[in-house]
């Protein structure tokens, strides 16, 4: 089957690494893949994982009547079977090709924010109830069945998308200095995160005893650096390095024993045996144990639907973890355990390839063909009518 996937931009976020790792392993089911995306820093990995990839270098970031037109060709090119759009409004667009060029139910899928504007009821975040709509998480399944009214039966899971090893790789080594991995993206708002959490575990008193890295980069990374220098100055003890962008996270990993960070990087950190400490952009969360896994993965190991513990009483739950080497491997292994079973990519990618099938197999019936054009073009005109409303407010509002 030759699949095209939509996707924003070919850049190294999670969204892309989720994409490789879908391609990686419908590949090894002997089906073709091929992307149509924006340029960006991993737009190589892409081309030499696809059967074909073309790149915008100037990517519109709405839906375009121009991409419609393009895609129409690349179908005919690539003799596409199935358009799965990743995204925000490239659902819109693969939705809009699958109607006109294919007439099969399109397969959507898309890694809601926590961000509250995804929530917001204006039209431009508004999905069209065309073809099967896959989620990263059941928070947020449960909101697009209250927010959208989307039937529970076009709706699928699609959380388990990591590569996670057979065996867990390492175990983290008890010795007097602790070696901390914090990894974040530093674009508003995830930079404060670092801030946020610096300054709660500086109060906990370990600079003369732990190192910590910093890895990550994006627009704010100046704060983050004038943050470290600030710290540096007031403890001269303090090992703290930044690592900027880094693109060997995994075996950062390898090498250190607590990972502080949220989402994928609590997932991978937990498959490579870390201890692992959720936090979001107000700080840490909590320490993730077998006792309370299943409650951070509802969200997606982002934190917010759950109710942060205090930095003391983290605090107090480390350090007594850290003092019984036998404790420490029980919450490694029992981590480790709940991410083999329910977020492995083969879990996922059998739920990926059922919904891929069921799409091929499908066509749009005689009168679906009009409901679903309306919902289609009802969305493109709220789009651009927010687009138009959003431009002539903030016109009036800079002639202020």
């Not at 959507?108 to 917001?120: D, L, Q, V």
């Not at 993206?185 to 995830?190: E, I």
């Not at 069921?358 to 651009?384: H, T």
Request: glycine content about 6%; overall charge positive; charged content about 25%.
């Amino acid at each position: 089957m030759n699949i095209l996937f939509l996707t924003n931009y070919y850049g190294l976020h999670g969204s892309s690494i989720d994409l490789l790792t879908y391609a990686k392993h419908l590949k090894k089911n002997n089906h073709k893949v091929f992307f149509v995306g924006g340029d960006g820093d991993i737009r190589e990995a892409f081309k030499e994982i696809g059967d074909g990839i073309y790149v915008y270098h100037a990517p519109p970031h709405l839906p375009s009547i121009r991409r419609i037109l393009l895609l129409k060709k690349l179908i005919k090119a690539w003799n596409v079977d199935i358009i799965i759009g990743v995204g925000k409004f490239l659902i819109l667009e693969s939705q809009t090709a699958s109607l006109l060029f294919k007439n099969k139910h399109p397969v959507n899928i898309i890694n809601f924010s926590p961000r509250h504007h995804h929530w917001e009821k204006h039209p431009c975040w508004h999905i069209p109830m065309v073809g099967s709509l896959a989620i990263n998480c059941q928070y947020w399944r449960d909101r697009t069945i209250s927010e959208y009214r989307w039937p529970e039966g076009r709706l699928y899971l699609l959380s388990a998308r990591y590569d996670v090893p057979e065996t867990i790789r390492k175990l983290p080594d008890i010795g007097n200095r602790k070696k901390v991995l914090f990894v974040r993206r530093l674009d508003f708002p995830k930079y404060k995160s670092v801030l946020s959490s610096l300054d709660q575990i500086g109060k906990w008193d370990i600079w003369h005893k732990w190192s910590v890295e910093i890895a990550g980069g994006g627009t704010h990374e100046r704060l983050v650096l004038d943050e470290i220098e600030r710290i540096k100055s007031r403890y001269p003890e303090a090992n703290i390095t930044f690592l900027g962008r880094r693109t060997d996270v995994a075996e950062l990993m390898k090498a250190a024993d607590i990972v502080i960070g949220s989402e994928r990087v609590a997932v991978e950190a937990m498959a490579q045996g870390c201890i692992t400490i959720l936090a979001d952009d107000d700080g840490l969360i909590d320490v993730i144990t077998p006792e309370n896994i299943e409650k951070y993965s509802y969200d997606n190991f982002i934190g917010f639907a759950n109710e942060a513990c205090d930095y003391r009483e983290i605090k107090i739950k480390l350090f007594a973890l850290l003092a019984n080497e036998t404790e420490i491997n029980g919450v490694v292994a029992g981590n480790f355990d709940f991410i083999k079973k329910h977020l492995d990519i083969k879990v996922g990618i059998k739920i990926l390839t059922e919904i891929v099938q069921k799409s091929y197999e499908s066509s749009f019936a005689r009168m679906e063909v009009p409901i679903n054009a309306l919902r289609i073009l009802k969305a493109w005109a709220g789009v651009y009518i927010y687009l138009i409303k959003d431009r002539t407010l903030r016109s009036l509002w800079n002639q202020k």
